[in-house]
């Protein structure tokens, strides 16, 4: 398993943005796929968007593509989440997450991952 830590969160208006990091204690960065999930009070844990190991395949959920972008700098071993039109419905504790793998291009339920961060909490006001 890998140690994930999200940093980033905070409060927003709603419209503003945020950018989500996501910094892994792992050497070889570039051998894993990655994941933003977000989990609402009283909600399921929901997919966000993912990012294959060379970061030249990405899939989101319908409901935020177009305002979040989803990017990794294998250099830094850190994965990002660009957050733009942030919307009250948004607001989220949002999990980062990885799994060991070159051969799958992107993973959208939560039991395709091994590895988590502890969540940084994203509140967006109206």
């Known amino acids: 398993q890998v140690q994930l830590v999200e940093s980033g969160g905070g409060l927003v208006q709603a419209g503003g943005s945020l950018r989500l990091s996501c910094a892994a204690s792992i050497g070889t960065f570039s051998n894993y796929a990655m994941g933003w999930f977000r989990q609402a009070p009283g909600k399921e844990r929901e997919f966000v968007a993912a990012i294959n190991w060379s970061g030249r395949s990405t899939g989101y959920a319908d409901s935020v593509k177009g305002r979040f972008t989803i990017s990794r700098d294998n250099a830094k071993r850190t994965g990002y989440l660009q957050m733009n039109s942030l919307k009250p419905e948004d607001t989220a504790i949002y999990y980062c997450?990885?799994?060991?793998?070159?051969?799958?291009?992107?993973?959208?339920?939560?039991?395709?991952?091994?590895?988590w961060g502890q969540g940084t909490q994203v509140t967006v006001s109206s």
């Open positions: 997450a990885a799994r060991r793998t070159i051969t799958i291009p992107t993973m959208n339920t939560p039991r395709e991952y091994d590895s």
